[in-house]
Each structure stands twice: as C-alpha cells, then as structure tokens.
C-alpha cells in the first residue's frame, strides 16, 4: 500500500543521512596573569659583574697532577703548581702571551701563596727549599733553606712569611733580606695549614687532627682543639 512505501523511503533516507554533529562542550577557565617566579632570596646580578667575555690562556700542560692553585689578590693573575716541581704563572690582561714557568724546586711544590699586594709569590717544595718569585716578571728573588714546607702564609702588612714545616715547627721569615724572625714547635708532626688573622696578631696552625691558635709575633698558645 502506499503508506508502507512511504515508510519505507523514510528509513532509507534516515540510514544515508549523515548523523548529526554537536560541539563539545568545554568548561570556561578562569584567566590567570602570568607573573614572574619569584627568587629564593638571591639578587640579580649587576651588569658591571657580569663577564663580558671569554678569556681564553694558552696552556701549558704540567707534568703530574697539579697539586696546588691560587689567585693573585687582585684576581689578574693565578697560579699552578704540580708534581714536577714547576710553577705556571698566568696572566688575564694578556691571554695570548705564553704564561710564565718557574723551575726552582726538584720535587713537586706542596704549598705556595700571594703576598697582600700580589707581587711576590712564594713556594715551598719537598726539596726541602722556600722560593720567592717577583710576579711581574717570574724571577726568584729569594731562596730559604729549612725544611720542607706543607703550608704558607704571608703577614697582611709586613714582609713577613710565615712558613709550616714537614718538623711540626713555624717559621718566620722576613723577606726583605731573607732573616729568620723566629721558629717554635707548633705541633708534633707535619703543620699541615697555617694562616695568621687580617690585623697580623694571631696565628692559626692545624696538624695530626689539631687546631691551635697563637698570639703572634709572641707565639703565645691561646686554644687548642683536639
């Protein structure tokens, strides 16, 4: 009959149209302004600290490990120092230039320090020897003979250089004409470090699991840790 052909062009019409399509619906989110992290308590680096480029030093491979490294005070020049017994010197204000060997000690170097203004350098090798070196050209100025030394420090104001021996003795030296100031036993075996205070009137040593502390030039004990 004509009411079931109609029905059934309806479903035939119904299984080829395509299926309707809705939007999907997606929850509004609120806008968040974007604000910087803020830093666990550090400052920004000033523009004037922040290196402008890279110096790049001709090397100058030592012969061993290297054993000890310093800065010079005024941070233009620092200082290597290895198992073969030299010295390399190197210098920031002229990278291209070949930095300085100094050979003056027959064993590596076991301590080596800056004066407070940089221009002498002084080493102790376990040759049993102390040189002095003029930073500005690498030339020993001065040789101290005594035992080996295991640490070096120099007086904040005078010539002095203040010397930790393999004898568990401190030495004093005064390097404008090379005079031994003084020495006094310090500790039982090697000093091992020693350093004096930024006014020049203590002095501070460690050994065989020691730390004392000195009156200085008196070389008074005040403390011992143990």
Known sequence: CAWARRNQ??????????????????????????????SAGLAPIPAST??????????????????????QPHGRQFASAGEDGHIVLYNLDAPERAPMMLSGHANAVGAFAFNADGTLLASGGEDGMINIWATANGRKQLTLQDAAAQSLAWHPQKP??????????IAVWNVSDGALEQRFQAH????????????????LSGGENTLKFWTFPAAAAVATFE
């Open 50 to 71: 922040a290196p402008a480029r890279i110096v790049r030093c001709r090397a100058t491979s030592p012969a061993g490990a290297v054993r000890r490294v310093a800065f």
């Open 160 to 169: 002095l250089l203040i010397a930790g021996l393999d004898t568990g003795m």
């Open 9 to 38: 062009a309806g479903d035939r019409s119904r299984q080829h149209r395509a299926p309707a399509r809705f939007p999907r619906l997606r929850p509004e989110l609120p806008k968040r302004r974007l604000r910087p992290a803020k």
């Open 188 to 203: 039982a075996e090697f000093v091992t470090a020693v350093d004096i205070s930024p006014d020049g009137t203590m002095l």
